[in-house]
C-alpha cells in the first residue's frame, strides 16, 4: 500500500487576509462578539486613544485574548505569546498583533477591578438571552492553590525570631560598612554591603506589617508571599490558597456570581454569595440552596430576610441531617436515633427538657463560647438504672443535653428541608453547583491561581467563570454561529 507524506518544500499561500483565517462557525468568532457586546469603558479599561506617549495595545483585543486563552487552558503569559505568534485562530482574534508576554501580565495586572466584573456582564449578557432566569441560585465552595508555598507561613512567635534575627544581620552590615570606610581594600563593595542593608530592612519592615497584621485581625498563621491566602488540608495534606464560592442558576446551571475568599471553610458564607447573585441578576432570587456547609442559623436568616416582600426560600440542612442521612439502614444507628435530641421534649416555660422515659432534665450550665445551654438529668443514678442505658448514653452523670441559643432558628430551617419541594430542589444541587469546579479544574487544567492577593485571585475566579459559562453557551445555541448571531441581534439597537 502507498504511503501518503507531507512536503515542506510544497510552496502554499495562505487566505490573502487574516479574516479568512478561521472558518465562520469557529468558537474564536462567538468569543470576539461576547466581548465586544460588553461596556468596557464603565466596566474600568482605558480606551482613551488620543493618551499622549507610545501606542497601547487595544485593551478590547487584550481582553478577547484572555478570555479565549483561559477557554483552552492556556493561561500562562508566555504561552499566550507564542499563541499569538502561531495558533491561528489566536492571529485572527488579535487582528495580527503579536503582543510579548510582558505587556500581556502586565494588562492583567494593572486591570484586575475591571476584570473582576467580566463575569457580571456575561451572566447579564445571559439574563438578557434569556438562559438565566434567576429564581433558584445554588451556592458552593472550593479549593483552590494561591501561588504560594505552605513553608511561607509564619506564626507570632516566628515572625519575632526573624526579626531578631535581621536585626543582628542589620548591625553586622552597619559594622562591616564602617569597616569599609576605615579600609576599603580589605573588604567587599561598599555598593553590595548598601544593597544587602536594603535588602534587609526592606524584609524586616515586611514582617512586621505581618505582626501587626496578625496580632490586628487575631491570626495564627500568615504567609509572607501571599498575605491573603489561608491555609488548607487536603487528601494530599497542607496546602496555601483560596476558598471560592459560586452561585450557580438552576435553569441551564450558569454561573451567575463567583467570589474568592480566605476563609477557610463555608459557614457564614451563604448571604454574602447570595447578595452578589443578587446584586448580578439586579432582583432578589426567591430560592437559595446549599450544602450543610452553609448551616449557620443566622446567616441563613439573613438570606431569608433579603426580600422584604417576599421571604428568599432556604433550602440547606443541618450538619446533624445530613449525619443522620449518611447513616440510614443501619441497625445500630436507628436504635440510638430513638434517643436523639430530637427525641427530647422541650419545656419552654420549665426551661427543662423531658427524656423518652419521662425524667426531667434541667440546664445546669451556661457554654458562652459555644453560644449555647447544658442539660443534665439531676441524679446520675437515674440514667445508670434506666434500661436504656448503653444505648441513650454511657456517662457516668448521666445523659445532657445542649441546646443552642439559636435552637428556634436551626428547627425552623431543618423543618424547612424536609419538605418535599425542598427534596426535589436539593437534589438537583450537585448536579448544577459542582459542575462548574468540575469543568475549571479538569478541563481547563486548573491546580492553582497565578496571580496573588484577593484582587488578583478574584480577577482570575471571574475569568474563569466566564469560560465555564461560554463553554455552555456554546451548547445551549448549538454551536459557536447560533451563540455568535443571539449575540449580535441582542446588541442591536
Given at each position: 500500500?502507498?504511503?501518503?507524506?507531507?512536503?515542506?518544500?510544497?510552496?502554499?499561500?495562505?487566505?490573502?487576509t487574516?479574516?479568512?483565517?478561521?472558518?465562520?462557525?469557529?468558537?474564536?468568532?462567538?468569543?470576539?462578539?461576547?466581548?465586544?457586546?460588553?461596556?468596557?469603558?464603565?466596566?474600568?479599561?482605558?480606551?482613551?486613544?488620543?493618551?499622549?506617549?507610545?501606542?497601547?495595545?487595544?485593551?478590547?483585543?487584550?481582553?478577547?485574548?484572555?478570555?479565549?486563552?483561559?477557554?483552552?487552558?492556556?493561561?500562562?503569559?508566555?504561552?499566550?505569546?507564542?499563541?499569538?505568534?502561531?495558533?491561528?485562530?489566536?492571529?485572527?482574534?488579535?487582528?495580527?498583533?503579536?503582543?510579548?508576554?510582558?505587556?500581556?501580565?502586565?494588562?492583567?495586572?494593572?486591570?484586575?477591578?475591571?476584570?473582576?466584573?467580566?463575569?457580571?456582564?456575561?451572566?447579564?449578557?445571559?439574563?438578557?438571552?434569556?438562559?438565566?432566569?434567576?429564581?433558584?441560585?445554588?451556592?458552593?465552595?472550593?479549593?483552590?492553590?494561591?501561588n504560594?508555598?505552605?513553608?511561607?507561613?509564619?506564626?507570632?512567635?516566628?515572625?519575632?525570631?526573624?526579626?531578631?534575627?535581621?536585626?543582628?544581620?542589620?548591625?553586622?552590615?552597619?559594622?562591616?560598612?564602617?569597616?569599609?570606610?576605615?579600609?576599603?581594600?580589605?573588604?567587599?563593595?561598599?555598593?553590595?554591603?548598601?544593597?544587602?542593608?536594603?535588602?534587609?530592612?526592606?524584609?524586616?519592615?515586611?514582617?512586621k506589617?505581618?505582626?501587626?497584621?496578625?496580632?490586628?485581625?487575631?491570626?495564627?498563621?500568615?504567609?509572607?508571599?501571599?498575605?491573603?491566602?489561608?491555609?488548607?488540608?487536603?487528601?494530599?495534606?497542607?496546602?496555601?490558597?483560596?476558598?471560592?464560592?459560586?452561585?450557580?442558576?438552576?435553569?441551564?446551571?450558569?454561573?451567575?456570581?463567583?467570589d474568592?475568599?480566605?476563609?477557610?471553610?463555608?459557614?457564614?458564607?451563604?448571604?454574602?454569595?447570595?447578595?452578589n447573585?443578587?446584586?448580578?441578576?439586579?432582583?432578589?432570587?426567591?430560592?437559595?440552596?446549599?450544602?450543610?456547609?452553609?448551616?449557620?442559623?443566622?446567616?441563613?436568616?439573613?438570606?431569608?430576610?433579603?426580600?422584604?416582600?417576599?421571604?428568599?426560600?432556604?433550602?440547606?440542612?443541618?450538619?446533624?441531617?445530613?449525619?443522620?442521612e449518611?447513616?440510614?439502614?443501619?441497625?445500630?444507628?436507628?436504635?440510638?436515633?430513638?434517643?436523639?435530641?430530637?427525641?427530647?421534649?422541650?419545656?419552654?416555660?420549665?426551661?427543662?427538657?423531658?427524656?423518652?422515659?419521662?425524667?426531667?432534665?434541667?440546664?445546669?450550665?451556661?457554654?458562652?463560647?459555644?453560644?449555647?445551654?447544658?442539660?443534665?438529668?439531676?441524679?446520675?443514678?437515674?440514667?445508670?438504672?434506666?434500661?436504656?442505658?448503653?444505648?441513650?448514653?454511657?456517662?457516668?452523670?448521666?445523659?445532657?443535653?445542649?441546646?443552642?441559643?439559636?435552637?428556634?432558628?436551626?428547627?425552623?430551617?431543618?423543618?424547612?428541608?424536609?419538605?418535599e419541594?425542598?427534596?426535589?430542589?436539593?437534589?438537583?444541587?450537585?448536579?448544577?453547583?459542582?459542575?462548574?469546579f468540575?469543568?475549571?479544574?479538569?478541563?481547563?487544567?486548573?491546580?492553582?491561581?497565578?496571580?496573588?492577593?484577593?484582587?488578583?485571585?478574584?480577577?482570575?475566579?471571574?475569568?474563569?467563570?466566564?469560560?465555564?459559562?461560554?463553554?455552555?453557551?456554546?451548547?445551549?445555541?448549538?454551536?459557536?454561529?447560533?451563540?455568535?448571531?443571539?449575540?449580535?441581534?441582542?446588541?442591536r439597537?
Amino acid at each position: 500500500m502507498a504511503l501518503r507524506s507531507g512536503n515542506r518544500e510544497q510552496g502554499t499561500f495562505l487566505p490573502p487576509t487574516v479574516e479568512d483565517y478561521v472558518l465562520e462557525d469557529a468558537p474564536v468568532r462567538a468569543y470576539d462578539a461576547l466581548i465586544d457586546s460588553m461596556p468596557l469603558e464603565e466596566m474600568g479599561f482605558d480606551l482613551n486613544s488620543s493618551r499622549v506617549g507610545n501606542p497601547r495595545y487595544n485593551p478590547v483585543a487584550m481582553l478577547k485574548l484572555l478570555v479565549y486563552g483561559y477557554s483552552y487552558g492556556v493561561r500562562s503569559s508566555r504561552k499566550l505569546e507564542r499563541e499569538c505568534n502561531y495558533n491561528l485562530s489566536f492571529i485572527w482574534l488579535m487582528g495580527g498583533m503579536k503582543p510579548d508576554f510582558k505587556t500581556i501580565a502586565e494588562f492583567r495586572r494593572n486591570n484586575k477591578k475591571a476584570l473582576k466584573l467580566v463575569l457580571q456582564q456575561t451572566a447579564r449578557l445571559c439574563i438578557n438571552l434569556g438562559i438565566i432566569d434567576g429564581n433558584i441560585i445554588f451556592v458552593d465552595g472550593t479549593k483552590i492553590r494561591a501561588n504560594a508555598s505552605v513553608e511561607n507561613f509564619f506564626t507570632n512567635e516566628k515572625c519575632e525570631k526573624i526579626i531578631l534575627k535581621l536585626d543582628k544581620r542589620i548591625d553586622e552590615i552597619i559594622s562591616e560598612a564602617e569597616k569599609i570606610d576605615n579600609n576599603e581594600s580589605n573588604f567587599p563593595s561598599l555598593v553590595s554591603v548598601g544593597a544587602e542593608l536594603k535588602d534587609k530592612k526592606k524584609f524586616r519592615s515586611k514582617v512586621k506589617n505581618m505582626l501587626k497584621k496578625m496580632n490586628d485581625e487575631g491570626t495564627e498563621k500568615l504567609s509572607h508571599v501571599d498575605a491573603d491566602c489561608a491555609r488548607f488540608k487536603s487528601r494530599q495534606g497542607f496546602h496555601a490558597g483560596y476558598n471560592v464560592q459560586s452561585a450557580v442558576d438552576e435553569k441551564h446551571g450558569l454561573i451567575v456570581s463567583s467570589d474568592a475568599v480566605s476563609q477557610n471553610n463555608d459557614y457564614g458564607l451563604l448571604s454574602s454569595q447570595i447578595e452578589n447573585a443578587n446584586e448580578t441578576l439586579e432582583e432578589n432570587c426567591s430560592c437559595a440552596c446549599a450544602d450543610s456547609g452553609y448551616a449557620d442559623s443566622g446567616d441563613l436568616k439573613k438570606v431569608e430576610n433579603l426580600n422584604p416582600k417576599n421571604k428568599t426560600k432556604v433550602v440547606v440542612p443541618s450538619q446533624k441531617q445530613k449525619n443522620d442521612e449518611r447513616v440510614i439502614g443501619k441497625k445500630a444507628a436507628d436504635e440510638k436515633m430513638n434517643f436523639s435530641k430530637q427525641c427530647f421534649k422541650f419545656n419552654e416555660k420549665e426551661n427543662t427538657y423531658t427524656c423518652p422515659e419521662g425524667h426531667i432534665l434541667k440546664c445546669k450550665r451556661n457554654r458562652v463560647k459555644r453560644a449555647s445551654k447544658e442539660y443534665r438529668i439531676e441524679k446520675a443514678e437515674i440514667c445508670r438504672n434506666c434500661k436504656h442505658f448503653g444505648v441513650c448514653t454511657t456517662g457516668k452523670n448521666g445523659r445532657t443535653v445542649e441546646r443552642f441559643n439559636n435552637e428556634k432558628e436551626k428547627k425552623y430551617f431543618e423543618a424547612e428541608y424536609k419538605k418535599e419541594d425542598s427534596q426535589k430542589i436539593y437534589r438537583l444541587r450537585k448536579m448544577k453547583a459542582e459542575l462548574p469546579f468540575g469543568h475549571i479544574k479538569r478541563n481547563l487544567g486548573v491546580t492553582g491561581f497565578l496571580m496573588r492577593g484577593l484582587d488578583g485571585v478574584n480577577a482570575e475566579t471571574s475569568i474563569l467563570s466566564t469560560c465555564f459559562n461560554i463553554s455552555r453557551m456554546l451548547t445551549i445555541f448549538g454551536g459557536a454561529k447560533g451563540l455568535k448571531d443571539a449575540i449580535l441581534a441582542k446588541a442591536r439597537p
